[in-house]
């Protein structure tokens, strides 16, 4: 099994539960970035790493020809249903099929750093489009809730962004994210990709103790949760004059 097909496998366990809970956290980016490169009517569109298929469908709805990519057969599954204008592929990042300049705008949400060669998905992502690549990752000088819980709990991913040259633009993104009990909070940290391994040599009720243990700091005062989380959404431009 190759590294993207396990990622892929990873992030598929719990699929529908993650998009449940915990895909829509990262609306606020999603919608800046329709507005900051002009997604409208005809635009074409391609999502890296597009998990269950949100943005896409925002993206259909504003007018846009979408399309969609994940290493996860699971959240594909959940993506046509989310977003059935737009179109979808089991692929992971790397190599892309598409022409030099296929796509009016290339999205990268918190996913260049699943790719085994960041610059080299960077630069695919760059080719197949005709203007805008938009890259939002965990925004490095400002800690996001979410990083410090994992990292507590199951160290340092040793994942990295890719290296890329200046962007014509780059903005800060508020990502809270509120559960209203722990039940809740736990479902939804537990389903993402990235806790499965842990899962697997440690079993899910220890996992879920560490967890417990490590938010009780973003507990709130009705027994609810809040996660404050920043994104660094960087915004380059092939044609900046256009």
């Not at 529908?16 to 606020?28: D, I, T, V, Y």
């Not at 999603?30 to 391609?46: D, F, H, M, S, Y």
């Not at 705008?105 to 960041?118: G, I, Q, Y």
Request: aromatic fraction near 8%; glycine fraction near 8%.
């Amino acid at each position: 099994m190759t590294d993207a097909t396990q990622e892929g496998e990873l992030w598929g366990r719990c699929a529908a539960q993650r998009a449940a809970l915990g895909a829509k956290m990262s609306m606020p980016a999603w919608k800046t970035a329709v507005e900051r490169t002009n997604i409208g009517p005809g635009t074409t569109v391609l999502d890296l790493a597009c998990g269950s298929g949100e943005f896409c469908a925002l993206a259909t709805e504003a007018g846009a020809r979408a399309t969609g990519i994940d290493a996860s057969h699971k959240m594909i599954e959940l993506a046509r249903q989310a977003a059935p204008a737009a179109e979808f592929h089991v692929r992971a990042l790397g190599p892309l099929p598409w022409d030099d300049g296929t796509f009016d705008v290339v999205t990268a949400f918190n996913a260049l750093f699943f790719a085994p060669d960041p610059e080299a998905a960077f630069a695919e992502a760059t080719r197949v489009s005709k203007d805008y690549v938009v890259v939002c990752d965990w925004h490095p000088e400002h800690p996001s809730d979410i990083l410090t819980v994992a990292w507590a709990v199951r160290g340092r991913s040793g994942r990295r962004s890719a290296k890329t040259p200046e962007p014509q633009e780059k903005l800060t993104i508020d990502i809270p994210q509120e559960h209203p009990d722990e039940d809740t909070m736990l479902r939804a940290v537990l389903s993402t990709g990235g806790y499965q391994r842990l899962i697997e040599s440690e079993g899910e009720e220890s996992v879920a103790e560490k967890i417990r243990a490590a938010t009780e700091q973003f507990r709130t005062a009705d027994g609810g949760y809040r996660f404050a989380n920043k994104y660094l959404m960087s915004i380059f431009r092939k044609n900046p004059r256009t």
